[in-house]
């Protein structure tokens, strides 16, 4: 008591300095005196200062007021250890309650009314619970900082109608005190208004705070919070998700393998590529080693996959820990982690070969789309599993009579799949081939259909060259032109760079044709007519039987054949392997199947050659491997 009266003295006499002459300080038996000798102003000095001194106490009041919690009385700690909710509405009935004491009330009956998962709306309709609202409502400027927030949450929790005028009270009164509510305060606010938003519609109060916490964004001290944000605000302003990002590329090493998590999907579910950021996460999660769980592992798959971010050794990290887990695995997380690596382009040989078994020994656990979507995966990645008969096998008895049930695309899709993996039957190609089926691709324009048309034309292709016993029906002629589905591709300087050297080694353009629209759905690079010689043979007059219009008649002479220039860029590989994904093998077949001779000029051995010389040189030797492949068949 002393401490305080000595801290306001000195405040009153700092006021009124400048109306002092002299201001002594004595101490005498231990006792604080002071003697305060003045001009002859004295009346008008003690008026000041007691005028001064009252706007102080105003002020000091006011502030702490939000900043200050008085002692608990006996009603505050009966509210912390009531267990029901019949007792905390009881209280109202014995106890004067303030404002504050009303808001700590409320705030207790959605704890339990959450914890013992109660129906709300009985508590809503009681009197004693109206009784309290009207406490709260008159008294609202009484309600202490964090009991205000909670007390905003809890009203939310409990299904207070969002008209009524006592919340629409403590949302105003939130918006007041915002610049005094703490980081963590509105950090926590902003993540359950944000939730609790519907779809479509604007909050004041959330626009409010989502200012606030792109204004105040250095104050983040916990990485707990940074995932939070992301995850549930993050979407709602870029600029936050900026500074969020940044303040995560700052608090990168202190992240733990669930804040990592959070922050790795944030950024997949808002699509938001953030380089520096997932660089800092990776590494930080190889170096410490961390021991995740099953959920982190998959979660980080689709977060990298669904960013496209390629990370080796984060992604060994995560077949090594899930490979023993497979058997203890859901059929749902087994597709989920198919599918993330599939996207990847990453095949780790024994995680596949483990998924496959957990299929052979799970299969009627799994749906038909999810069976789908496996053989989708293996598709992209052209993973043939050891056991591939017995493995096909059950796959073809489980989705062989549910073709019919399945999404147009997604039966599409599949029977495609099954043609990269040379899985495919008769009746599958049937299905996608009939005209009822396939009318409704021909005509869409846009961007997926266009895919799904080349996709047709693959099947269309594999039908024609790869399945003796199909007889038909077949896509009809005007339908297998891919050069308008191809007019937006721009050449690579790989290409352009092939086209230079070929031009040069052949000598005249009318022994080679460039950028050659099959029928089958695949461009060639080049294409050149090779006779028993060797030497290239001017192509026009020739006919064409690839192209949709060929502009020539007459048959090749004896001994002739023609030879395709297949370049391979690095999205055309599997990560970190100099192995084809699945739909480029499926080309090569194609084109072989078709007659012709196969040139393969990949990116990393172009990249090597320097000089015009060793390029030239190169696609001799090219063509003369292709040719000796040929003859010895």
């Avoid at 009266?5 to 201001?23: D, Y």
Wanted: proline fraction near 4%; include cysteine; charge should be neutral.
């Amino acid at each position: 008591m002393a401490a305080k009266l000595m801290c306001r003295w000195c405040r009153l006499l700092r006021i009124a300095s400048p109306l002092c002459v002299q201001t002594n300080v004595t101490s005498a038996g231990g006792m604080m005196m002071m003697i305060t000798r003045v001009s002859s102003q004295t009346p008008l000095a003690s008026l000041t200062v007691s005028s001064l001194s009252r706007q102080t106490d105003n002020l000091s009041v006011k502030d702490q007021m939000y900043r200050t919690q008085p002692e608990r009385s006996e009603l505050d700690r009966l509210i912390g250890t009531a267990s029901t909710a019949e007792d905390l509405l009881h209280l109202g009935e014995l106890y004067p309650v303030n404002g504050n004491q009303a808001a700590m009330i409320i705030i207790r009956l959605s704890r339990i009314v959450g914890e013992k998962k109660l129906e709300p709306g009985h508590i809503l309709e009681d009197a004693r619970f109206q009784h309290l609202l009207q406490t709260m409502h008159g008294q609202l400027s009484q309600v202490w900082n964090t009991a205000l927030v909670n007390l905003l949450k809890s009203l939310y929790l409990l299904g207070l109608e969002r008209s009524r005028q006592e919340l629409r009270s403590v949302e105003q009164e939130v918006r007041w005190r915002m610049r005094r509510l703490t980081f963590k305060h509105m950090a926590s606010l902003a993540e359950h208004v944000a939730a609790g938003v519907p779809k479509g519609e604007q909050s004041e109060l959330l626009s409010d705070l989502v200012k606030h916490l792109e204004l105040r964004w250095t104050e983040i001290e916990d990485t707990r919070t940074v995932g939070a944000l992301m995850t549930k605000v993050g979407g709602l302003s870029p600029t936050l998700m900026d500074r969020l990002e940044d303040k995560g590329l700052e608090l990168a090493e202190q992240f733990s393998p669930e804040d990592t998590r959070k922050v790795a999907m944030a950024l997949a579910v808002h699509n938001r590529r953030s380089i520096p950021l997932l660089r800092a996460l990776s590494y930080h999660l190889v170096q410490k080693h961390f021991a995740l769980n099953t959920n982190v592992l998959l979660d980080l798959a689709f977060a990298y996959g669904k960013l496209n971010f390629h990370q080796t050794q984060v992604f060994q990290k995560i077949a090594l820990d899930l490979h023993p887990r497979v058997p203890e695995m859901v059929p749902g997380d087994v597709v989920r982690c198919v599918k993330s690596f599939a996207y990847l382009k990453w095949l780790n040989l024994p995680l596949f070969e483990a998924f496959a078994q957990y299929l052979l020994d799970n299969v009627d656990r799994f749906t038909p789309v999810q069976l789908s979507n496996v053989v989708l995966a293996f598709a992209r990645l052209n993973f043939q599993p050891t056991n591939g008969e017995v493995f096909y096998s059950l796959v073809h008895s489980r989705l062989d009579d549910q073709l019919d049930a399945l999404d147009p695309y997604l039966l599409m899709d599949l029977v495609w799949s099954l043609c990269v993996l040379q899985q495919t039957k008769a009746a599958h190609l049937h299905k996608v081939l009939v005209p009822e089926f396939h009318t409704r691709f021909l005509g869409d324009e846009s961007t997926k259909g266009q895919n799904y048309l080349l996709k047709l034309i693959h099947i269309n292709a594999t039908a024609r060259l790869e399945c003796a016993d199909y007889q038909g029906p077949f896509l009809p002629p005007e339908a297998l032109g891919t050069k308008e589905l191809q007019r937006d591709r721009k050449a690579t300087p790989l290409q352009s760079s092939l086209q230079e050297v070929l031009k040069g080694l052949v000598g005249d353009e009318a022994k080679v044709r460039f950028s050659v629209d099959t029928i089958y759905g695949w461009q060639l690079d080049a294409e050149m007519i090779l006779n028993i010689d060797n030497q290239p043979l001017p192509m026009a007059g020739f006919e064409a039987p690839h192209l949709a219009q060929s502009t020539g008649s007459q048959s090749l002479p004896s001994g002739a054949r023609r030879l395709a220039f297949l370049r391979w860029e690095f999205p055309n590989f599997s990560n970190r392997s100099k192995d084809l994904l699945g739909r480029f093998v499926l080309a090569r077949r194609h084109l072989r199947g078709a007659g012709f001779m196969i040139a393969d000029v990949p990116y990393y051995e172009w990249l090597d050659l320097k000089s015009e010389w060793q390029k030239t040189a190169y696609l001799r030797d090219k063509m003369n491997k292709a040719v000796a492949e040929e003859m010895a068949k």
